[in-house]
């Protein structure tokens, strides 16, 4: 296992910067997951770590050691990457030694290493399938495996799920998290996708265009964004939006106000009668109904905002009905309207 350390990493394309001087410190034995939309750089930043993309400013340090003109090889890191890249002509067992055929391992190393590989993974009894004969989860389990005989430093990760069905990815997270708890190997997973961030990662690192905007646990980012582009990529459905004011020690909805009004979809509750104790209403006209189970989303058009909030009581409202929705005392996220800079909470 080991550290790794970005200090003031660059990645330039011709004029282009990609990314833009970044710093980060990962701890041994850390999971940290980067996360942010298309051309952000989390996975130009990623594809450096490797060694795949050549450094255009800064350092780079594995395990304390500047490792900018290493080849991808002499770092003693692990990539899995979103397409698999496994060999179809393959066997599982093949395929997860792959990487060990030009090491100085001998025969029963190997094989030692590939069947312990096989049991973590749930692979033992596929080892001599091929990949056709492969589910897209147990596909992947074998590239997990391929990275994980190499006994690596560091664990890479880019966007391995993607490919994967709603209900694989849910099932993969879990394998995912359960393998780093196992094993303790640092870990940079790179996801555009923010739940998979918010149940995986140790720190979360937020990028847009190219700069870190927040790096923290999960909880840390969800309760107190440092930004409006934050409190919105972090938590499902996005966090609401309003222009306002305060209002004592809460807030109300206003057209010319200097803040703005953030609450999320959870804290935003639709009741069949309004209790009037909330420090936060919006009224409405419902637009559509998302029954989710054990509660339903409802979209609201408010004074042209779209709005969604939550019912837990057993009433479905009509599409096209007028609804009040409440929010607690401290549930509202308040944003400078010029900056868009945290304030704090209500």
Known sequence: MATIELEKLVKRYGKVEAVKGIDLSIADGEFVVFVGPSGCGKSTTLRMIAGLEEISGGTLKIGSEVVNEREPKQRNIAMVFQNYAIYPHMTVRQNIGFGLYTSKLDKAEKDKRIEAAGKILGLEALLDRRPAAL???????????????????AFLF?????????QLRAQMRIEIKRLHQRLKTTTVYVTHDQIEAMTMADRIVVMKDGVILQVGTPSELYDAPVDVFTARFIGSPSMNL????RKGSSAEMAPVGDILIGVRPHDLIAHATVTGSSGFTVTGTVSAVEPLGPETLVHLDVADTPIIATVREKFVPAVGSTLTC??????????????ERFLGRS
């Open 135 to 153: 589910s897209g989860g147990q596909r992947q389990r074998v590239a997990i495996g391929r990275a994980m005989v190499r006994d690596p430093s």
């Open 158 to 166: 880019d966007e391995p799920l993607s490919n994967l069905d709603a």
């Open 242 to 245: 309003v222009r306002g004011r």
């Open 326 to 339: 409440e929010a607690a005392l401290g549930d509202l996220y308040l944003f400078d309207a010029s900056t």
